[in-house]
């Protein structure tokens, strides 16, 4: 079965420093990604990042980089420059394919950001 | 091009009472997909559903729970006789026809249900 885990239930983060959120996750499958959502307080989901199982190079979007480690199956999110518009809800999600050959996304318990000016 | 559309935003009902959610995937995508979010919980998997076919209900509970998409309209997410239990807000995502490869699902804002 696959399982995600986030073991940072809260983090207060000093305005400008980069923050590391973490993100373990268990599969036996060979294909699967990776994803980063935001949720700020107003409760959208914002898709941040996607890794893909087979990507050779770790995933970048302008703040965000995704640090995957595959052999440890970490998918660990990095924020530089952390702004307060980061504070928010955090979740790590792995897509994989189902028994039906849909794509599932399976979530994390989610870490919540708070950036201190 | 329009995102994914969830109608209402905020729904409230009565213990008993029949709730009905909405959601208009992205132009062009013939999967949809239902999550559930209790309060301080991550999103679970509920339903996958194509055109007229219910693909995967493994996350649906087995009573009170149903979801359609019709050829034509909206996806519809229904619960029978709510109890307090089921406040939570309901998200629906879309993902375009693919034959091969692993695609992004595209969230809608959500429906916050309230049960009082």
């Not at chain 1, 660990?76 to 809800?89: E, P, R």
């Not at chain 2, 949809?32 to 339903?47: A, N, S």
């Not at chain 2, 406040?87 to 490869?101: V, W």
Request: overall charge positive; charged content about 20%.
């Amino acid at each position: 079965a696959q399982k995600i885990t986030q073991t940072q239930p809260g983090m207060f983060v000093q305005e400008k420093e980069a923050v590391t959120l973490d993100c373990t996750y268990d599969t036996s499958d060979p294909s699967y990604g990776l994803f980063w959502y935001k949720q700020p307080s107003s409760g959208e989901m914002i898709f941040l990042i996607y890794q893909g199982s087979y990507d050779q190079q770790n995933a970048t979007e302008g703040r965000y980089s995704l640090n995957f480690q595959k052999a440890r199956k970490s998918a660990n999110l990095v924020i530089s420059a952390s702004q307060l518009g980061d504070s928010a809800m955090y979740f790590c999600a792995m897509i994989f394919r189902g028994n039906f050959g849909n794509e599932k996304l399976t979530f994390g318990t989610g870490t919540r950001l708070t950036i201190i000016p | 091009n329009a995102g994914v559309m969830q109608n209402p935003r905020h729904l409230v009902r009565r213990r008993g009472q029949e709730a009905r959610l909405r959601c208009s995937p992205m132009k062009g995508h013939s999967h949809v997909y239902w999550y559930r979010q209790l309060p301080e919980e991550g999103l679970k998997f509920m339903v996958y559903l194509q055109k007229e076919n219910i693909i995967d209900e493994s996350g649906m509970p087995k009573e009170r729970f149903s979801a359609e998409f019709p050829k034509e309209g909206p996806s519809i997410l229904r619960i029978q006789q709510v109890v307090r239990g089921d406040s939570a807000a309901y998200f629906c995502a879309s993902s375009p026809s693919r034959t091969s490869g692993i695609y992004e699902q595209y969230f809608g804002p959500g429906t916050r249900l309230t049960v009082t």
